[in-house]
């Protein structure tokens, strides 16, 4: 009964279920059912972040929400929870978790929805953060098209400018990160252009570098085949510069160098 209430319980919950004082013990003794706090219930299969969430009497909220759903957040490695308005203040530690007072619908008693974390992720994450997470979450199917347009358009106006830069396409944050930071160089990049014996590459500047972002996770299962796209793009005259993922943020400098030579060659020969 508890999962179909949506995991978490207080008494009071239960008894306005219909439930009798009898029947609340009989659920609340079950094995499978965890104690909180003195008055609210859980099912012991919830994970740390849910029980933590569930005891403040909060949801999960923005970062936590979009981290689950492998949505990218940077470097943002807080707890983040949605309180309602005029609810106590919770018993948290504010060195790891972000408590957002405000309130939200839903169903789903354990957190808000991708679509809500993403309006609240909005006020806490730097803003090209946050179009690489509207990116992210478009290519993982997290929201749709409509909802992607939709978050867009409704952003506070201290983002609309660097929002109007959001684009289908990108498959990753650092992919994000280096087609707005080159843009804003002034180059020319196209992200994920299908070419013919290739396949898709992640961005493509003035049409002569393939600048591919490897994560680790990933490309180490496809080393050969990512030679193999390699050989394609120099065969008919494209270079690639191939990088980790993490040197998009550490050594960008070095890489916008690269890359200013790659492509003044590239324009010199084509």
């Known amino acids: 009964m508890l999962c179909s209430f949506g995991h978490v319980a207080s008494t009071r919950d239960l008894l306005r279920q219909g439930l009798t004082m009898s029947g609340v013990r009989q659920i609340t003794s079950s094995p499978d059912v965890i104690r909180l706090n003195q008055r609210t219930f859980a099912c012991d299969h919830l994970t740390t972040l849910e029980r933590r969430a569930a005891a403040a009497r909060a949801r999960l909220d923005c970062v936590s929400v979009l981290r689950e759903n492998k949505i990218w957040v940077g470097d943002d490695r807080h707890h983040h929870l949605c309180i309602h308005p005029g609810a106590r203040t919770p018993d948290v530690d504010r060195k790891t978790t972000v408590v957002h007072w405000r309130p939200t619908s839903g169903r789903d008693r354990l957190r808000v ?21 509207l990116e992210s979450a478009l290519y993982l199917k997290r929201i749709t098209r409509n ?3 939709r978050l867009i358009r409704d952003a506070p106006r201290r983002l609309r400018s660097v929002l109007a830069e959001a684009e289908p396409g990108a498959q990753s944050g650092p992919e994000t990160h280096v087609r707005l930071r080159l843009r804003r160089a002034g180059y020319r990049v196209q992200p994920q252009v299908f070419i013919p014996g290739v396949g898709h590459v992640d961005n493509l500047i003035e049409d002569v570098l393939a600048l591919e972002t490897d994560g ?3 490309h180490a299962e496809t080393f050969e085949e990512d030679r193999r796209r390699d050989l394609g793009t120099e065969w008919i005259g494209i270079r690639t510069l191939r990088i980790p993922a993490n040197y998009v943020f550490t050594e ?7 890359v200013a030579r790659m492509v003044r060659d590239g324009l010199a020969n084509k």
């Open 113 to 133: 929805t991708v679509v809500q974390a993403l309006e609240q992720a909005m006020a806490c994450l730097p803003p090209d953060d946050v179009v690489a997470a």
């Open 147 to 149: 909802e992607f347009d």
């Open 216 to 218: 680790r996770a990933y």
């Open 252 to 258: 960008w400098e070095w890489v916008s160098e690269t």
